[in-house]
């Protein structure tokens, strides 16, 4: 049977594809399952990963939850297993990046959004359709969604459940880039590879800084920083010989 989940590793770069081509890469207990177990890898793998891309094969991200899974009675370890595995994603000290071509719907959406950052294709297509089958969010939508893109914007997403095409996901903060359908792989590597060229003391630093921080208002989170912030590196985390001199 063939990995739901694949991992391939490149320059300090791992690559987690969701492998459900033939299913528009639809979430099933099953692939949480393997998804969550490639996490709790990464999170102990500090010194060999410094940046994570989370991808899906084929022609789509991810059509969302797998509603013919969720019909036939699959189900997941736990009832909150796959949004423990969301905030795991958020939580991985490395950054991450989410790859979206073709849809990235609903359940797919709750999950890039735990991506850091996010490169997309023109042919992406976001969408909250949540309340076309009289469901609610329990992955992050209503609290990820309106601090990526604001509340209005969230609310009219989730609200209408209407299709936002790659160019408005850039013009409304959603994804960091929109690129051509051929450049997306090369585009999001090239990010990849930029990040990790930095301290990765310095990157689990940031990520960790930024994420919580946002927990706070601005002195409050001034203070954190002052506080929380390891500082510079030293011995073998220190890094400094790989930087690019002017």
């Not at 063939?2 to 594809?17: F, H, M, N, Y």
């Not at 989370?54 to 370890?77: I, T």
């Not at 310095?202 to 929380?228: C, H, I, P, S």
Request: with cysteine.
């Amino acid at each position: 049977m063939p990995e739901l989940v694949t991992r391939k590793d490149i320059d300090g770069i791992a690559i987690l594809s969701l492998n459900r081509p033939e299913a528009l890469n639809a979430l099933s207990p099953s692939l949480f399952v393997e998804l969550h177990d490639h996490v709790t890898e990464i999170y102990g793998e500090t010194e060999k990963v410094g940046c994570v891309i989370l991808r899906g094969e084929g022609r789509s991200f991810s059509a969302g939850n797998d509603l013919k899974a969720m019909q036939a009675g699959e189900k997941a370890p736990h009832p909150f297993f796959q949004a423990e595995t969301v905030e795991m994603i958020e939580g991985l000290p490395q950054p991450v990046i989410g790859e979206v071509q073709g849809h990235c719907y609903t359940g797919a959406l709750e999950l890039a959004l735990a991506c850091d950052l996010m490169v997309c294709s023109e042919n992406a297509k976001f969408a909250d359709t949540h309340g076309k089958w009289a469901l609610t969010p329990l992955w992050g939508m209503s609290q990820r969604l309106p601090r990526r893109i604001g509340a209005m914007n969230a609310k009219e997403m989730m609200f209408t459940g209407r299709v936002v095409s790659g160019a408005e996901a850039f013009e409304i903060g959603l994804v960091n880039k929109c690129v051509p359908d051929s450049d997306l792989s090369e585009a999001t590597l090239t990010m990849a590879r930029a990040i990790v060229e930095n301290s990765w003391h310095t990157l689990r630093a940031d990520k960790m800084l930024v994420n919580k921080g946002q927990d706070y208002g601005l002195k409050d989170g001034l203070m954190f920083e002052r506080e929380n912030s390891p500082g510079r590196a030293a011995g073998k985390e220190e890094r400094l010989s790989g930087f690019k001199k002017d």
